[in-house]
């Protein structure tokens, strides 16, 4: 069965940094096109940061470029979401997805296949 499950949100303030991570059971995700999406109260979900599988094509939200940075961790089937000089805005539940297709702007921009459950980020101002 796969599974995604985040870890990591919490309360800071802005300017501050947190990491969120991602670990998968049930299948590798070295194959799979993986990301970041986040929903604010009264919001639609949007898509943050993507990568592929190879690595070699990133997406990122336009607001959160130069801030935040996609990883995986493929030793220890884990993606990773660096987020640096945090703002109120930021504050949203964070997910972390994954899709065995290729196209990483696409699904950055409509969602994956796989979904993670969400973890909070709150920055206070």
């Known amino acids: 069965q796969l599974q995604l499950v985040e870890s990591g949100g919490g309360l800071v303030q802005s300017g501050g940094s947190l990491r969120l991570s991602c670990a998968a059971s049930g299948f590798t995700l070295d194959y799979y096109t993986i990301g970041w999406f986040r929903q604010a109260p009264g919001k639609d979900r949007e898509g943050v940061a993507c990568i592929s599988s190879s690595g070699g094509s990133t997406n990122y939200l336009h607001s959160v470029k130069g801030r935040f940075t996609i990883s995986r961790d493929s030793a220890k089937n884990t993606m990773h979401l660096q987020m640096n000089s945090l703002k109120p805005e930021d504050t949203a539940i964070y997910y972390c997805?994954?899709?065995?297709?290729?196209?990483?702007?696409?699904?950055?921009?409509?969602?994956?296949?796989?979904w993670g459950k969400g973890t909070l980020v709150t920055v206070s101002s």
């Open positions: 997805a994954a899709d065995s297709r290729p196209p990483v702007d696409i699904l950055c921009n409509y969602g994956m296949d796989y």
